[in-house]
């Protein structure tokens, strides 16, 4: 687990980079075994359209380039790409908008996604206190971290029923419990995340800064989670 | 929802509950099988000196060295304090009958602390006298440190490397000190006459800020409130709230912990004394102080949401301490720990004799995430049978206007045996006309020694009510001027005995 991860952190820290992009933050995640969808790092459209075969289509396209951490400002994601034509399309299109967004922008590949069944967005974070040391956040997703800011923190390392109740303790709890009718979210699922993201702060903390898996997909009661964007800065 | 209480999802009450018990006995079980740290025997001669060396000690009326001279001196004449006092001055020759000597090297052996109050640029040098001397303890009243920029930083590290080099702990610099009323020990250095001192009880206080402890001490003081110990660190060099909780875990005489806090130094350690320390005693926390963060970029948005105050709120959460509002709401709630037995459950059974006071208790249990106990039948038929047509048995029950104090006790005792109740909150407006208010207190006062249940009364009302109310906590019920603030105490024992609840599991 460490050893991998910590492969994936020297090589971004020997190019001199303080940021993974998010091809390399789902390396580190996925070496602790968190729950992320099939994707790969395509070099040429021909490349790309050979994966987004395995995968099957629809995909996504991400343009993968160190100096593009907000990918949506720069518009170098393509949804809903439906066939080979449209993803080598869009594959010129995220790329000229890469350009126009900043011209010295190193482009390390595409990462060709599944297009994922949408679920209950939350956000799983870790930030840095100078006092107490890392902290994971947990909150859900959309507006009710941008406005609400409906988050709750507990400091690495975290046991069991402090992750239970970080779910607990939101005021969105209800949303995740199943309200009006909607059947509960995956949140053993959740609760599994939180205490494997705490392993790998516990694991890395001498490297991270601070971590952003946002969003995260859950899906109903026993059909678990997904991590859709994930975001991880250096020391 | 109050943020301070949110109710966890969780199966509660439970019968079967060692923690509890451990509380409800006075921690014995637990902390008689602990291993005493180094940190108690270090701390001891703060609170329990033999000997006292005051440096800086002078006649001088209103001077800080002669405030704190005269303390000890008058808890001396009192009985109180049963050690030695050596006055420290190298200009004076005898202090109101006390001889002074120049130098604290010259004191007899059994001085164990020593309380400096000499200006900031004689204090190193006089930390290596009392080095020499072989003093283990000092309190460093003394400001203008490390507050003050770098060389009061410079002059720090010197004193901290002779305290490190010889085993010296310094409670200090720039503070109050320590205030035990127990034994006497006190270097607050507001007078007797400008700033009452309260009395013993089983608060422990540790703050910061010596202004605080100041006008706290003076307030308990007229509150009623009770304390073991007061310790006000000021700049913290050398010891620290951890360092405080670890000691106050031994310490017989506290039941609960009060902390003002500014801001922690060292994260781990606070973390780590405050989990031992939850385990057995409750600790209640208020946080202020301004953050760092304001002027922190965050490239995420998790370091854009994490503001120092969430960081300390999860720390509180994961170590078992309840956050307190307000200076009221801490000491509220301190003061139901102090007095009250550990809930059960959540279930809350609320008695009144007047109806809107009831509603407001109501309400109140809503706001801090308790429950409204549903009663048992048996407790609907009894009070059924007892009452008059116009008393209402249920939840909340009220006594009504004409009750007298044999009402409030068919009441209590229902309460007091139906399992659906947790906790109660007695609602007594002292004014209704045929209630003899001496006959409720004793009643109260029975049903909360011999009950396993917190009770907790309200008081609303003028001098009057006070007169009685002061009474009421003197037989060992906490009382509070409105129901709010009632419930919400209950909601601070119901957080800790869960709290303690999952830590058993």
């Not at chain 2, 301004?290 to 949401?305: F, I, R």
Request: charged share 30%; hydrophobic share 45%; net charge negative.
């Amino acid at each position: 687990m460490k050893e991998e991860a910590l492969e994936i952190i020297n090589g971004v820290l020997a190019k001199g980079r303080k940021s993974l992009v998010e091809y390399e933050a789902k390396q580190v995640l996925k070496a602790y075994g968190l729950p992320l969808p099939e994707e790969k790092l395509a070099k040429s459209a021909d490349e790309a359209i050979k994966y987004a075969e395995e995968i099957g289509y629809p995909v996504v396209l991400k343009l993968m380039s160190p100096q593009i951490l907000h990918k949506s400002d720069a518009r170098v994601v393509a949804l809903k790409i439906k066939d080979a034509d449209e993803l080598r399309k869009k594959w010129e299109e995220i790329h000229e908008n890469a350009r126009k967004y900043r011209p010295d922008a190193e482009i390390l590949g595409v990462l060709v996604a599944p297009m994922l069944k949408p679920g209950r967005e939350v956000i799983i974070g870790v930030t840095e206190d100078p006092q107490f040391g890392h902290a994971v956040m947990f909150g859900l997703g959309g507006i009710f971290v941008e406005i609400l800011k409906d988050v709750t923190f507990r400091i690495v390392p975290i046991e069991e029923k402090d992750a239970w109740a970080m779910i607990k303790n939101i005021k969105g709890y209800p949303i995740l419990a199943g309200a009006r009718g909607e059947e509960p979210a995956d949140m053993k699922a959740l609760v599994d995340m939180i205490l494997k993201v705490s392993k790998l702060v516990d694991d890395l903390k001498d490297y991270l800064k601070e971590m952003d898996l946002n969003p995260v997909f859950v899906y109903n009661e026993g059909e678990g989670a997904m991590i859709v964007d994930a975001r991880i800065i250096l020391k | 929802m109050h943020k301070t209480f949110i109710a966890l999802n969780r199966e509660f009450p439970s019968e079967n509950f060692q923690f509890r018990r451990n509380f409800n006995e006075g921690f014995k079980l637990k902390v008689m099988n602990m291993e005493k740290p180094r940190i108690v025997e270090e701390l001891k001669p703060f609170f329990e000196p033999k000997g006292v060396a005051i440096i800086g000690a002078t006649d001088k009326k209103g001077k800080v060295g002669n405030v704190i001279f005269e303390n000890f001196k008058m808890n001396k004449e009192k009985g109180i304090f049963k050690g030695n006092i050596y006055p420290v001055n190298l200009k004076l020759d005898e202090i109101e009958g006390y001889k002074v000597y120049k130098n604290v090297r010259e004191v007899p052996e059994d001085a164990e602390l020593a309380v400096i109050s000499i200006p900031a640029k004689f204090v190193p040098a006089t930390m290596k006298d009392i080095a020499e001397k072989g003093i283990k303890a000092v309190v460093i009243i003394t400001g203008g440190f490390g507050e003050l920029g770098e060389e009061g930083k410079k002059m720090e590290r010197d004193i901290l490397q002779t305290a490190k080099e010889n085993g010296i702990r310094i409670v200090g610099p720039n503070c109050v000190g320590i205030y035990a009323p127990d034994t006497g020990v006190d270097t607050v250095f507001l007078p007797e006459n400008k700033m009452d001192r309260p009395s013993s009880g089983n608060i422990a206080f540790v703050t910061q800020s010596g202004a605080f402890a100041a006008a706290m001490l003076d307030w308990a003081a007229m509150a009623g409130i009770g304390i073991s110990k007061m310790v006000s660190y000021g700049n913290k060099l050398d010891v620290d709230d951890a360092d405080l909780m670890d000691y106050f875990i031994h310490d017989e005489q506290t039941k609960v912990v009060t902390l003002y806090i500014e801001g922690v130094k060292e994260g781990r350690k606070f973390i780590e004394a405050a989990r031992r320390i939850t385990a057995v005693k409750p600790v209640i926390a208020l946080k202020s102080g301004k953050t760092e963060y304001g002027a922190k970029a965050a490239s995420s948005h998790t370091g854009a949401l994490a503001g120092a105050d969430t960081i300390y709120d999860a720390v509180f959460k994961q170590t078992g301490i309840l956050r307190a509002e307000d200076f009221e709401h801490m000491f509220d709630v301190a003061k139901a720990f102090a007095k009250c037995k550990l809930p059960k459950g959540d279930r809350v059974g609320i008695i009144t004799d007047g109806g809107g006071a009831g509603v407001m208790a109501s309400d109140a249990v809503a706001k801090f995430g308790l429950k409204m106990a549903e009663l048992s039948k048996e407790t609907i038929d009894f009070l059924k049978e007892k009452f008059p047509p116009h008393a209402v048995a249920g939840n909340p029950t009220d006594v009504v206007g004409d009750t007298d104090a044999q009402r409030y006790k068919y009441a209590i005792e229902a309460f007091v045996n139906d399992p659906n109740v947790d906790a109660i909150v007695i609602i007594t407006l002292f004014q209704v006309p045929l209630l003899d208010e001496m006959e409720l207190i004793d009643i109260l006062a029975e049903y909360a020694q011999k009950s396993d249940k917190p009770i907790v009364a309200v008081a609303m009302g003028g001098k009057k009510t006070e007169y009685y109310a002061k009474i009421l906590e003197d037989k060992g019920i906490p009382v509070y001027m409105t129901p709010e603030r009632g419930v919400r105490a209950v909601a601070g024992l119901v957080q800790y005995a869960k709290y303690l609840e999952k830590l058993g599991e």
